[in-house]
């Protein structure tokens, strides 16, 4: 008989799980997972026994040999697994409403990813990711590690930089988001259409767009401006773009850009929810609260639809298509992030980028595109900038890396709102941010 796969999931309780249990059912002909572990810390343990029970339910539907095992031992979970996925908030939803309501205060977007509930989210995320990667070095250094949890750029930066961990990839489903939404837009099959990817993480562009081999860029970048046909993500207002800045910036945005491209419009609408609807935070604490109670239903053998208004739509497309790639050597093209190894000119060689690659069994191989278009160029390695002293703070703990890296993001208007919002930040995140504590300056 076939060895089967393990695979460990960190961050198993999440409302997410059953999208990625659908995926590896329906791979399962080729990519045999035979040991499915699902860990959590004890603040999950209710959500981690109602996913687990949901998705036990979903293999016996399917009928096929996976064995789903619930732990809120992470070394048990990690021994000998073949793939870890990772899909964790440190702080859970308490902490992203923080993030995006206190930037509010100042007039400064409060965004999960972006400018500076982005900085924080990474601030209490790297340290426990690096944590993770010792246990995987010593418990199963063959692994893979596949990251879906946000910052993923900052995060695969991280790791890449201050881990002995090197097969590792970071995934997001913004890309496979684009391409399905042109792919409507068009009214053409999505297995037609090809985007060429390149940035970074929640700031990449689609640099080319070709329909059966042929580009079709004009048409395509046309049609993502159309007023008509705007759109975007279950997380961001789909504010439609001035059809002549599209065709002058020459490449498709992503969904994301419109903080940067779109910051007061953006603003206004957040200030505008957040006295009636709340935070994004809010909004999903109601869904992730409607999603259980469905998940509980001893009934509900498959994923439930509603799962869609959560933000995760071909989560699973994107993250089993990976893992199944690497296992059996596909070298299928898909957008991932990766080390940069000169596809992109630019950027340092050894940073995290958003690319094309073709997936192997020894991983990602990115697909060279050279010199980023000039006129998005400056703000991509104003990101990675940002992106870099990020990753610097969060492994020091150094109050004047975070300053900075706070001060050099474009969504901050000033230095002096800069340290404001630092130290407001700081205080409200104290519990999940020991080494800023222990430094001298905070």
């Keep these: 008989m076939e060895k089967g796969l393990k695979i460990a999931v960190i961050g198993g309780g999440s409302s997410y799980t059953p999208e990625l249990v659908e995926g590896f059912i329906n791979r399962h002909h080729e990519l045999p997972v035979r040991e499915l572990w699902l860990v959590d810390i004890p603040e999950g343990e209710g959500k981690l026994n109602i996913v687990g029970e949901l998705a036990r339910r979903m293999v016996i539907k399917a009928g096929i040999d996976m064995t789903i095992y619930l732990t809120l031992d992470r070394r048990q979970a990690l021994a000998g697994a073949d793939f870890v996925t990772t899909q964790f908030r440190v702080g859970l939803l308490a902490a992203r ?43 199963c250094p063959e692994a893979w590690l596949v990251n879906f949890t946000n910052p993923a750029g900052m995060i695969t930066e991280a790791v890449l ?18 391409k399905m939404d042109l792919a409507e837009v068009l009214e053409v099959e999505a297995d037609r259409l090809e985007i060429q990817f390149a940035g970074l993480n929640h700031m990449v562009y689609g640099l080319d767009v070709f329909l059966d081999g042929i580009s079709i860029k004009e048409k395509a970048l046309a049609a993502a401006s159309d ?22 910036l020459g490449v498709l945005p992503c969904p994301y850009h419109r903080y940067y491209y779109k ?46 208004k959560r933000g995760g739509a071909y989560y699973s497309e994107a993250a089993c298509s990976l893992i199944n790639s690497i296992y059996n050597n596909k ?6 992030n990766t080390k940069n190894c000169g596809a992109i000119a630019g950027l340092p060689y050894d940073s995290a980028v958003e690319v094309n690659c073709i997936i192997t069994k020894e991983g990602p ?19 990675k900038s940002f992106e870099r002293t990020a990753v610097e703070a969060a492994v020091s703990g150094d ?44």
């Design 97 to 139: 409403q923080k993030d995006e309501a206190i930037p509010l205060k100042y007039g400064v977007i409060g965004q999960e990813t972006n400018g500076p509930g982005g900085l924080f989210k990474a601030l209490r995320t790297i340290p426990v990711i690096l944590e993770i990667t010792k246990d995987i070095d010593e418990l």
């Design 161 to 178: 930089r201050h881990s002995n961990v090197k097969k590792v990839v970071g995934l997001c489903n913004v890309p496979i988001g684009m």
């Design 227 to 248: 007023p008509g046909k705007q759109t975007s993500m279950k997380n961001i207002a789909a504010l439609g773009w001035e059809p002549d800045f599209i065709k002058g």
């Design 263 to 308: 910051t007061d419009e953006m603003l206004a609408e957040e200030l505008e929810a957040f006295e009636t609807t709340g935070t994004r935070a809010d909004v999903v604490k109601g869904v992730e609260t409607e999603l259980f109670d469905l998940y509980k239903n001893v009934e509900l053998q498959t994923k439930p639809e509603q799962l869609e």
């Design 331 to 336: 070298q299928d093209v898909q957008p991932v």
């Design 365 to 383: 191989k990115p697909i060279t595109v050279g010199e980023l278009p000039v006129a998005v160029r400056g703000l991509v390695q104003q990101i």
């Design 399 to 442: 109050y004047y890396n975070a300053l900075t890296a706070m001060a050099i993001n474009p969504l901050v208007p000033s230095d002096t709102i800069a340290k404001h919002l630092l130290d407001d930040m700081l205080e409200a995140h104290k519990d999940y941010l020991p080494a800023f504590f222990h430094s001298e300056k905070a």
